[in-house]
């Protein structure tokens, strides 16, 4: 392959979160099955110091990639703790989409889809598919298809002053528990039901809930509430030290105890028990989930609640208590860290099918 000739993909998926990034690179055979491969890194962009070049960030080889935006540099991919200045704030804001830091992570997507792919110095992508929180959807879906479409560029970390060339033909913006629903109904063909189902999706800046009939949205029922995990884990920190809201590591630890329901956290050389903060994490639980049921309306006609995210299990648990008498209707996603991502991935090969007269 001469190093000037593109290579071409269909569709690639990315799911842009405040704790981690998620992506699609293609579908990949594993057996006998046509499985999408996925691959996720920290939702971390640190801006590199003014004197530091791309070559010289990248000496050493940390995995990760240089990424300019508005001639910004930044340091975005599974090592890019190691330029953290150790404050990395985590606003939940409704125009996040359209920040700088944003498109650093979704460029540093397409870092990892262009190195995956084997590209030389460029890559097309056919049709890329992101997702956004319904809260947010309908101000900025337009904006972020636009913002993602078109060229590109990343620094060659070999050549200093080149550049790999990433071109998006087509970009589409799809709610994202819409993801999760379509990644569920694909994988269980035979269960799947034409009722109505709840998808529940606790990410790490806002809890979504979409209700559809089948695969048919109300969308007067679904919506979005700005807290999640994030402020599950912010509830702890406040207790004990507020200035550790900034410390992406620290946030980092205090979620994953959360989430795996851990009895304690370790951070600073100190143990600090998880039940001692129990009251605050259940008041951000109740605070969200009630917004949600308010939204939702009655329950009783619900014939599916699917939990996903990554914070599925801490909702799931908690909604299980307070509404025992809908356990039997209620599933856990068999992979609800990735499964908006791919529902993303499927749902971009469906809208790339030609048409058929």
Not at 104 to 133: N, W
Request: charged fraction near 25%; include cysteine; proline fraction near 6%.
């Amino acid at each position: 392959m001469k190093p000037d000739t593109p290579v071409v993909v269909d569709v690639r998926a990315i799911d842009v979160g405040y704790f981690s990034i998620k992506l699609s690179l293609g579908r990949k055979l594993v057996g006998d099955s046509s499985t999408i491969a996925t691959a996720l890194f920290p939702s971390l962009a640190p801006r590199l110091p003014a004197g530091l070049t791309p070559q010289s960030a990248l000496h050493g080889k940390p995995d990760g990639c240089v990424v300019a935006v508005e001639d910004v540099n930044y340091f975005v991919g599974r090592d890019a703790i190691l330029y953290s200045s150790g404050r990395e704030p985590r606003e939940v804001l409704a125009d996040y989409s359209q920040t700088d830091k944003y498109l650093a992570l979704m460029r540093g997507a397409l870092h990892y889809i262009f190195k995956d792919a084997q590209a030389k110095s460029e890559l097309v992508i056919r049709h890329l598919v992101l997702g956004l929180p319904l809260n947010t959807f309908g101000e900025n879906r337009d904006k972020l298809a636009q913002r993602a479409m078109g060229e590109h560029l990343l620094p060659d970390p070999v050549h200093p002053g080149a550049h790999r060339r990433i071109t998006v033909e087509r970009a589409s913006v799809i709610v994202q528990p819409q993801g999760a629903l379509v990644s569920y109904a694909a994988n269980h063909t035979k269960t799947f039901q034409d009722g109505w189902v709840l998808v529940v999706d606790p990410g790490g800046g806002t809890l979504d809930w979409y209700v559809a009939r089948g695969r048919l949205p109300n969308w007067q029922r679904s919506g979005a509430y700005p807290k999640s995990m994030l402020a599950c884990a912010y509830a702890v920190a406040d207790k004990i030290d507020a200035t550790w809201r900034d410390n992406f590591e620290i946030i980092e630890r205090i979620d994953k105890a959360i989430r795996e329901n851990a009895p304690s956290f370790k951070t600073g050389g100190q143990t600090y028990e998880l039940s001692n903060f129990a009251t605050g994490i259940e008041a951000v639980l109740k605070e969200s989930t009630d917004k949600m049921v308010a939204k939702l309306g009655s329950l009783d006609n619900l014939d599916t609640i699917l939990f996903t995210g990554g914070g599925a299990k801490v909702y799931h648990d908690f909604f299980s208590k307070r509404y025992p008498k809908l356990a039997s209707i209620m599933a856990m996603d068999d992979d609800p860290v990735f499964a908006n991502v791919k529902g993303f991935h499927v749902a971009g090969e469906i809208m790339s099918m030609p048409v058929r007269a």
